[in-house]
């Protein structure tokens, strides 16, 4: 299960890289993608703290969280997929 563990991690390394880029593409962009950030950002904030609660416990006896989780930040990246596609990018 390190392994799940790692490729979450890395997976969530990757959307606060692009969280990070587009929070600054947002400042020069449309409204249309600034509304559809600030949903993102809710469901963003809503899983960091989760992700925080259970980064150093076994995910082998939290499988369902695993997939929850995983399943939120594939949420997330096609959140992000589409700020990108309305800001032209």
Known sequence: MSHDRDSLQEFLDYLEQQRDEL????????????EEWEQIE????????????????????????FTSLTLAAEEIESGYKRVKKLLGK
Do not use: M
């Open 23 to 34: 929070r600054v593409q947002i400042h020069l962009g449309k409204l249309e993608a600034q």
């Open 42 to 65: 809710e469901k963003w904030e809503k899983l960091k703290p989760t992700l925080n609660a259970i980064r150093d416990e076994s995910i082998a006896s939290s499988k369902n969280i």
